[in-house]
C-alpha cells in the first residue's frame, strides 16, 4: 500500500533492514537515516507492504531537477519474505506512486541487483549512462552513504558498479524479451570494463 503517516513507526526496522541487505550483499546500497525514512512516509512518498502489523517491504519516491526526475529507491524485502514475488509488487506500486505524483518526469533507479533490473526492464525502463540522468548535486551526494563511493568519485560520476535506468513516459514502450536484463547487464560491464582500460 502507499504508505500513511502512522507507518513512520517503521523508520528503524527499515534501517535496519536495508543496512542488513547491504552487508549481506557486498553491494552498494546507501544508507538512510530513520529520520529520512520517516519524511519520506509522512510526505506520502513511500510504499510499505506489511504482514498484519510486521513492516516487510518498502520503498519510496524522491523527486529531483525540479521536478524533471524521480528515483525509485530503497526497495528492501524482509529476508524470511523473500522469493513470494513481494519485490515485484512493491516496485510495481512505487512505480504507480511515481507516475500518479509526478506524471510528466522520468523515473531512474541505479542499481547492482539484477532482478530489480529485470523488474525495471519488464515496466519500460532502459539501460542509460548517468550523464542521462539528474544532474541534481543533492541526488548524487546521497551516494555518500554507499560503500562504493569512492568509484563513483574516481570516475567523475561518469559511472560506478551501479546501473542507471530510465523510464521516459514520452517514449514508446520497449519490447523486451526474457533475455535483456542480462544482456543488458553484461553490456553494461563490458562498457566498464573498455572505459577503464582507456
Known sequence: MFALPEHAVHAGRICNLIYESALQRGTGIARRSDEYISKKITGGKAVVALDGDKLIGFSY?????????VATSGLIVDPEYRHLGLAARIKEKTFELARMRFPYAKIFSITTSLPV?????????????????TDDEEFWQGCQGCVN???????????????????DPAQPMPSN?????????????LKKLFRIKK
Not at 61 to 69: A, F, K, M, P, S
Not at 149 to 167: P, V
Not at 177 to 189: E, L, Q, S
Open 117 to 133: 533490473m529485470k523488474l525495471n526492464s519488464r515496466m519500460g525502463y532502459k539501460p542509460v549512462t548517468f550523464s542521462e540522468l
Open 177 to 189: 524479451t526474457a533475455a535483456t536484463p542480462y544482456i543488458m547487464a553484461v553490456g553494461n560491464k
Open 149 to 167: 563511493y569512492d568509484i563513483l568519485q574516481r570516475n567523475n560520476r561518469r559511472m560506478c558498479l551501479c546501473t542507471g535506468m530510465l523510464f
Open 61 to 69: 519516491i524522491e523527486c529531483w531537477g525540479h521536478g524533471d526526475y
